[in-house]
């Protein structure tokens, strides 16, 4: 019989070993794919839009890196300018060049180089007959003046159509980046005859390292690391998992499951940036599926800090009527996290985020401050209940969690504080070289409080002390406990069980009725 459980606990130590050997090597050898140096913006029959007196489209906007050796650029291919009949019918009276479409590229510091305003009114793009007189700007075209720092910057290209031409074609054309910044595209018409004006094409913008903006670079190594600190930890967790396999708790499975998630998660989001990296596109389902596994191992890690806070498996054997309510949060917290995901990373190439994520950042802060409150009030009844019950070395471990806890949520808070302001004193993306640690922050503090829970929580021959049981007082020192009860007569100790099962009995309702409240 125990040559038999050697046996499979020796299988599911090699079997969890030989898991994570090879996402290591899966890990490591992505390590060495060949980077493609460009970064992809296609455009499919955009329209432009008015703003202010011209007609504008964004053609995107990056961090990029100047880089002298191989050269750092912008580049436009097969740009194609379609405008309605109607436009071409207006400017049919002309046999050369017509409707003039600029092409604008600013670094964000020179973003005042671009328009202007006449006697202190609305800043405008294109050139006024009052600014003509005053800025010494040619009527119909973009405002420019150049740059402090090069007086060839801000770059402008013109593009015409041909008469009465439907089309108009750019050029192949690369526009070399001389220093390292935030680059900004735009497509401006001044003509107000090219009113639904739509472009159709691909810029590709290229970097030294590959396809990815500026701002996500960085964290395609970050992920590295990350992912190497949960195989580190895996590794660590499942030796004492495997060890100790038939003391494992149904709370250390669950910490199994958050770990595998995590470090699931970590190679997918490194395998979508390299992709992203080699290609310069985003595949929806790539980029879907990481963003699930995030929102899983979200949810998870959030249940799993709840159900620890309200003793699962500590001091009560079970969630009771509470399992319906857990089961609805965690799936509403799903949702609006997937929500939120999904619209900030699948298909984004741009270093500026969408304004739809501002709506739906509110419920997801939401349900994540109802999760915060929740968790600290179960938290304080399984510590008062620990206190009842003398269980000291739970109360202890508890205490511990606590405390972790409290430090994480101040840690949140305070970075919560530094990303709004980091926000609002870069409005135009100036800062971002140092934008990803914004990022980076939320995974590593979610790494370092698993950390701490499978401290506390660790597989040993112990874990079973930490169980549930029935019997109160069961976790006071044993010393203490064998020597109240030794040289006593045998009725003194029968009548001590009766006490004992009878506040037993009381702690138990106490727990149905809490679950009732709550």
Known sequence: ?????????????????????????LLLLSLFANPTNASIHIYDNQTFREVGNAYLLSGGSEGIAASLPTGSYIRFEKITFWRSKDAADKHSDM???????????????????????????????????????????????????????????????????????????????EVF????????????????????????????????????????????????????????????????????????????????????????????????????????????????????????????????ILIVSMGYGVVRPTLGGLTSKVVLLGTTFFLATELL???????????????????????????????????????????????AKRSSVKLDMYRKFSNALAVTVIASVAWIVYEVYFKATDPFNEKWQSAWIITAFWDILAFALLCVICYLWAPSQSSQRYAYSE??????????????????????????KQENSGSTEDLDEDDSEEDKRE
């Open 341 to 387: 995901n999904i619209t900030e990373y699948v298909g984004t190439i741009n270093d500026v985020s969408g304004r739809a994520r501002l709506f739906l950042v509110l419920p997801d802060a939401f349900l994540d401050a109802f999760l915060i409150l929740w968790i600290f009030t179960s938290l304080s009844r399984t510590l008062e209940q620990l206190q």
């Open 95 to 173: 046999k050369h060049r017509t409707g003039l479409i600029q092409v604008i590229i600013f670094e964000a510091a020179d973003r005042n180089n671009i328009g202007g305003s006449a006697y202190g009114g609305q800043r405008a793009i294109c050139c006024t007959p009052d600014l003509a007189k005053m800025e010494g700007c040619k009527q119909g075209e973009v405002i420019r003046r150049p740059s402090a720092i090069d007086i060839n910057w801000p770059i402008v290209l013109n593009v015409q159509f041909h008469g009465n031409h439907l089309y108009a074609n750019m050029d192949y054309k």
């Open 177 to 304: 980046i001389p220093k390292t910044g935030m680059y900004n595209l735009f497509f401006v018409a001044c003509d107000p005859k090219l009113k639904g004006l739509v472009m159709s094409g691909k810029t590709m913008w290229k970097n030294p390292d590959g396809y990815l903006p500026g701002r996500m670079a960085p964290l395609m190594k970050f992920y590295v690391f990350m992912s190497l600190a949960y195989v580190v930890l895996g590794i660590i967790w499942f030796t004492q998992y495997v060890r100790f396999w038939k003391d494992v708790l149904q709370l250390q499975h669950c910490i199994t499951a958050v770990i595998a998630l995590g470090l699931f998660e970590m190679i997918l989001w490194y395998v979508d940036y390299v992709n992203f990296n080699n290609t310069g596109m985003r595949p929806i389902v790539v980029t879907t599926l990481v963003v699930t596994v995030g929102a899983v191992r979200k949810t998870v890690s959030r249940l799993l």
């Open 471 to 496: 019997e109160v007082g069961e976790e006071s020192d044993d010393e203490e406990s064998q020597s109240l009860t030794r040289g006593k007569p045998e009725g003194d100790i029968g009548l001590v």
């Open 1 to 25: 019989m125990d040559f038999t459980i050697q046996m499979r606990a020796t299988r599911t130590r090699r079997r969890s070993n030989g898991i994570f050997l090879t996402l290591s090597l």
